[in-house]
């Protein structure tokens, strides 16, 4: 089955560079919310989107038909803001001299059902950047920790520990959300 993209990338190898803004225009909503799930707030997300974009356009002659034209433009959004906040930040361990007390949370799939995507959307925007990075390659790419570890220049140990927090400082917001 061919990918929905696939006439719009022939136009444009042909030379019709203006194609890009249609591309554009279908895709973006969906790399957006990537983008948000990596950046801290929606100023931080439009940056890595554009930047994307722009890596998206200057390598699109490069697609090899391979797979679908998203999934291959999702990897670029996810190196993008892999690489903004490899700029931006010092991956390591970030204390967690708030978050000593973490609370179990009961009936965890109710209270999840009850969060809109914009509620946990901003509850993964609110934890330190290295936490950030490596819960969202984790849980929404996949990644194992051997490949975060690479992704990001820091142990597997280091990963599985930044997970291990991340979790416990959502689970404790959640609980905030309880009370």
Known sequence: ?????SPYIQQFRAGNHLIFETIYQELSPKMYGVCLRY????DEAKDILQESFIKIYHQ????????S???WAR???VNTALEYFRTKTKYQNVPLQDFEEVFEIENDEDILSDLSFQEML????ELPP???????LYAFEGMKHREIAEQLGISEGTSK????????ILQKKLSGILR
Do not use: C, H
């Open 122 to 125: 901003l509850l993964v925007q």
């Open 39 to 42: 950046a801290s707030d929606k």
């Open 75 to 77: 990897k670029i959004v």
């Open 69 to 71: 034209f998203e999934g």
């Open 130 to 136: 290295t936490y950030r990075m490596v819960f969202n």
């Open 60 to 67: 699109l002659k490069s697609f090899r038909d391979e797979g």
């Open 161 to 168: 520990s930044n997970l291990s927090d991340a979790r416990r």
């Open 1 to 5: 089955m061919p990918d929905k993209y």
